[in-house]
């Protein structure tokens, strides 16, 4: 039914930056809260930062000060800006949103791939 569908994943240089974009479709109701979360081989799982319906932010320790997540409302998108890249940030990157019913949507997830 709803579909998100993450863009702006890659492969940039450690000390880099990437613009992550998640756009939702498929539906016309609007998210609630909205998340971007990262996995990396062998490891569990992320929370990397989150932003509620009035825009507020939460991250986690090891993005905050570099990534900034931002949102659109009228056009269903959130946003993950990312910048002094560090290897370690190599993972792919998932686009949730959830509705007002509490229902979760994930995107496909875009791979990111910061080289030293």
């Known amino acids: 039914q709803v579909q998100l569908v993450e863009s702006g994943g890659g492969l940039v240089q450690a000390g880099g930056s990437l613009r992550l974009s998640c756009a939702a479709s498929?539906?016309?109701?609007?998210?609630?809260?909205m998340g971007w979360y990262r996995q990396a081989p062998g490891k569990q799982r992320e929370l990397v930062a989150g932003i509620s319906r009035r825009g507020n932010t939460n991250y986690a320790d090891s993005v905050k000060g570099r990534f900034t997540i931002s949102r659109d409302n009228a056009k269903n998108t959130v946003y993950l800006q990312m910048n002094s890249l560090k290897p370690e940030d190599t993972a792919i990157y998932y686009c949730?949103?959830?509705?007002?019913?509490?229902?979760?949507?994930w995107g496909q997830g875009t791979q990111v791939t910061v080289s030293s």
């Open positions: 498929g539906s016309i109701f609007s998210f609630n809260a």
């Open positions: 949730q949103g959830q509705s007002l019913y509490g229902s979760n949507y």
